[in-house]
């Protein structure tokens, strides 16, 4: 298995932790008023916004446990942006429990949801999360893929275009790192 620190600096860290604990804070709470008020896509929705926050603030086994709890919610709602955002989510937790495989499936799930539902959004950050995921397994030529399919929606919607050219940047230089040139 390569070594993934050439890509440790692609995981987003919050810039304020404080904030980033308040954020946190208010979508539990926004998440318990959603539940009080039975509204199912609204407790989807925080819930992918909630396990975001907590892998982001490096809690993936509190973002896992919570995600793989609104599984049943996810599939039994009509096909809307959200869920596509809850299954990107939850394929980040599983990536970072190590829990590749299980990751695999559900960045498939979210890039063929938001492909055809036209979500490039989601798609390319799917793709790019996927394409993390794929070089910590040492799958380089399909990170390579993802990130590049990613740059490429991420051209067309003027988004976060950085990130993408820093880490096939990143992919070229390990790979050159591995074959000793």
């Not at 909630?50 to 996810?74: D, F, P, V």
């Not at 869920?83 to 495989?101: C, D, K, P, S």
């Amino acid at each position: 298995m390569p070594n993934p620190a050439p890509f440790e600096f692609m995981r987003f860290s919050a810039p304020d932790p404080e904030a980033l604990a308040r954020r946190i804070e208010q979508s539990r709470a926004d998440l318990a008023a959603a539940r009080a008020a039975g509204d199912d896509a609204t407790v989807l929705d925080l819930v992918a916004d909630l396990g975001g926050l907590l892998t982001t603030a490096r809690q993936e086994h509190a973002a896992l446990t919570l995600l793989q709890g609104h599984e049943a919610l996810a599939q039994s709602l009509p096909l809307e942006e959200p869920i596509a955002w809850f299954w990107t989510a939850l394929a980040t937790a599983e990536q970072y429990v190590g829990e590749r495989q299980l990751a695999d499936g559900h960045f498939a799930l979210a890039v063929a949801l938001a492909d055809r539902r036209g979500w490039r959004r989601i798609e390319a950050m799917a793709l790019h999360h996927w394409g993390r995921s794929l070089v910590e397994q040492g799958r380089l030529d399909d990170a390579d893929e993802r990130f590049a399919r990613a740059l490429r929606l991420r051209e067309a919607l003027n988004h976060q275009v950085e990130s993408s050219h820093a880490a096939l940047a990143a992919l070229a230089q390990l790979r050159t790192e591995r074959s000793g040139t």
